[in-house]
């Protein structure tokens, strides 16, 4: 499909593991966004690619986690050393410039 | 710092009825508000995105306005459906970032 995928779309591990997430933005969106999403509450913004310029990472919680972006293509993040608090729906979107994000449906994450 | 507010937090109507929600920001500085909805376990669905220069966007059944100086949105849904039960979230672009409000639950009952 030519939507924004997103894997795995479950993950269970055990606290202090390192997990990777990966989002495959939709072809030829410049902007890539994580956001995440924990229970009954709303989402909160983490880091932002736009094209070559150096990441937004003003939402990222602590330096455990970190995301990468290949160019204009797939973007992983990653979660060092988790931890419960981690739990929540990863979600990433990519969109043009100022125009409507596109979400995939998200990683759970939890973290036992 | 933006914070984005939406009321009410949940609603439950009978199918036919004609809804509103609100979406309120503290910053006015917005490139543009977004309305998305949410269903159980999946990511979110864009359903209309207004410019900062806009008023008002319409999508069928949808209408959603925007009154930047007072810093508020809102939803109109008309003429409720069950297919329309999820929960509705309001964004606004801020810096190139969207700040999400926490959402209306939102049941349509037959």
């Known amino acids: 499909g030519a939507g924004v995928s997103q894997s795995p779309s479950n993950k269970v591990t055990e606290k202090g593991k390192d997990v990777e997430l990966r989002c495959d933005p939709i072809s030829g969106h410049t902007a890539l966004y994580w956001y995440r999403q924990r229970l009954g509450q709303g989402l909160e913004f983490l880091i932002y690619?736009?094209?070559?310029?150096?990441?937004?990472k003003s939402g990222l919680p602590s330096d455990r986690f970190s995301a990468e972006r290949t160019g204009e293509s797939v973007s992983t993040l990653t979660i060092q050393r988790t931890q419960q608090e981690d739990s929540a729906v990863y979600l990433c979107?990519?969109?043009?410039?100022?125009?409507?994000?596109?979400f995939g449906d998200g990683t759970r994450l939890s973290i036992l | 710092k933006q914070e984005v507010t939406q009321i009410p937090a949940a609603l439950s109507v009978p199918e036919g009825e004609n809804l509103v929600l609100n979406c309120s920001f503290t910053?006015?500085?917005?490139?543009?508000l977004q309305w998305f909805r949410q269903d159980p376990g999946k990511g979110l669905t864009s359903l209309l995105l207004i410019q900062s220069s806009q008023r008002e966007q319409t999508s069928g059944r949808l209408n959603a306005s925007l009154d930047k100086s007072s810093g508020r949105s809102t939803l109109y849904i008309a003429a409720s459906q069950p297919g329309d039960s999820a929960t509705y979230l309001c964004?606004?672009?801020?810096?190139?970032?969207?700040?999400f409000g926490t959402g209306t639950r939102l049941q349509v009952f037959p």
């Open positions: 964004a606004v672009d801020n810096t190139d970032k969207l700040i």
């Open positions: 979107a990519s969109s043009l410039d100022h125009q409507p994000q596109h």
């Open positions: 690619f736009q094209g070559n310029s150096a990441p937004d």
């Open positions: 910053d006015s500085a917005i490139y543009n």
